[in-house]
């Protein structure tokens, strides 16, 4: 065999070679990404990734929106709503963190957005009845424990806030799915009759928007459990309505 021959064959071999090469470091990662570490035999090697964060977002979300409308439509005849708090604390607030950090991780800017944002809006409420915070006190008389009238007016600029949060939230759902745009166009609804009742003094503006609420709550858990019964987890399969072929 002469030069010419060995010259036309070995572009072929170093061909094989890089495909041989390609599929090696092919088996030596998981369907993760990680390493394919068999240094242990005896132990089982996992194909690590990342567990969707939105059913946790979701479900604690509509945990507390839930809290927070029962308590203010007075169920059971209770009327100080401050048993919620942890709740609102550890399941909603630090709960959506959680989640909306893990969102930022697998690259869902509306997700990590969102339940960020949910996150803090369950901490920041919550810390308006948390009695070390001194909120609900600066609004209350320490003669007659009556709470001021200016707290209501208080709470309306408050919930007018995250009205508009709400808002641009919504238009960012706008090609997700319809259970989840109608529970966020839900949370408008009550949001406003809430500002608008704190605001005006109108109970039945009150009493309409957290009954809004329960069915913002309800959406919200319809999209949780969606997220978390799918997969083949279980054989239960909650539509959700994508958007995208309709917007």
Known sequence: M????????KPEEQNMSRLS?????ERLH???????????????????????PSPLGLISFATDIFLISVFGLHARSISAPNVMVGCLVFYGG????????MEFITGNTFGATVFSSYGAFNLSYAMIYLPGTGILSAYTDAATGAVDSSFNQALALYLWAWFIVTVVFTIAAMRSSWVLFIDLF???????????GFMANINALLTAGYSFGLAVSFLSYWAGCAGLWGGGVTPIKLPTFEMRSAV
């Open 2 to 9: 002469d030069s010419n021959d060995f010259a036309a064959i």
């Open 21 to 25: 090469h390609a599929d090696h470091l």
């Open 30 to 52: 998981t369907e993760g990404g990680h390493v394919n570490d068999r240094s242990q035999p005896a132990l089982p090697v996992y194909h690590r990734t990342f567990a969707s």
């Open 94 to 101: 630090v709960g959506q963190f959680i989640a909306g950090i």
């Open 186 to 196: 839900f949370l408008d609804i009550c949001l406003l009759l809430l500002a608008s």
